[in-house]
């Protein structure tokens, strides 16, 4: 079946480092999906990407899909103690609708 | 924004027991929901996909003889966990989304299941 990975699971930075988790998934993608997810939280929506080499930017974040659409990456510039959390990636097999895929995810630990 | 609610929040049962669990998509309609599974610190694990007015399609090796799945309204799915046991536990959540072209789906705030 379709996996997605993420690496890194882990990473701990200073508040102002900056920080990339990359995505890869077994299977080319529909299109490509991120969430954050706080400490005891819900995920939260971040961003869709659908275009082959598409970028998008919300402030700090910075959000790449691959040219073969099977994956991604996530970087945050200057980072902040808000950023805290667990950010996945999610993937949806093109024809399968909404049906999201979800990365290992990475845990992003910010201290000062 | 898309709010979709979850009911209860935290339960705790007896082995054996069956609980109910219930997600509301509060300012849209959903015809489709989503119910995850999470384990500590581990990603979101699809269990099933409600459809309302028809069956669930269930993931490969949830049983959907235990993990009842109803879709009775454009706002509302229930899961049903039956006769619930220890390694039942974990963070059950559903997620609905509006339909709209991005796709983006939007997540409940999660039931805590912990089963003695």
């Known amino acids: 079946g379709q996996q997605v990975m993420q690496i890194p699971q882990y990473q701990h930075v200073q508040e102002g480092e900056d920080f990339t988790t990359y995505c890869n998934s077994s299977?080319?993608?529909?299109?490509i999906q991120w969430y954050k997810q706080r400490p005891g939280g819900h995920p939260v929506f971040l961003i869709q990407?659908?275009?082959?080499?598409e970028v998008k930017k919300q402030k700090r974040l910075t959000f790449q899909f691959g040219e073969a659409k099977k994956n991604s990456s996530l970087h945050i510039t200057a980072t902040q103690t808000t950023d805290v959390g667990t950010y996945f990636c999610?993937?949806?097999?093109?024809?399968?609708?909404?049906?999201?895929?979800f990365g290992t995810g990475t845990r992003l630990q910010v201290t000062l | 924004g898309a709010v979709v609610s979850q009911h209860p929040s935290r339960v705790i049962c007896k082995s054996g027991t069956s609980v109910k669990i219930e997600c509301r998509s509060l300012?849209?309609?959903?015809?489709?929901m989503f119910w995850y599974r999470q384990f500590p610190k581990q990603s979101l694990m699809l269990m099933a996909t409600?459809?309302?007015?028809?069956?669930?399609?269930?993931e490969q090796g949830v049983e959907k003889d235990k993990f009842l799945i109803n879709h009775a309204s454009l706002t509302l799915s229930t899961l049903t966990v039956t006769s619930a046991h220890p390694e039942d536990s974990s963070f059950y959540i559903c997620?609905?989304?509006?339909?709209?072209?991005?796709?983006?789906?939007?997540f409940g705030p999660g039931t805590r299941l912990t089963v003695t």
């Open positions: 990407l659908v275009k082959s080499g």
């Open positions: 409600s459809n309302e007015g028809s069956k669930a399609t269930y």
């Open positions: 300012d849209f309609q959903a015809t489709t």
């Open positions: 997620s609905a989304s509006p339909g709209r072209e991005l796709g983006e789906q939007y």
């Open positions: 999610a993937g949806a097999l093109v024809g399968t609708a909404s049906k999201l895929t």
């Open positions: 299977t080319t993608l529909s299109n």
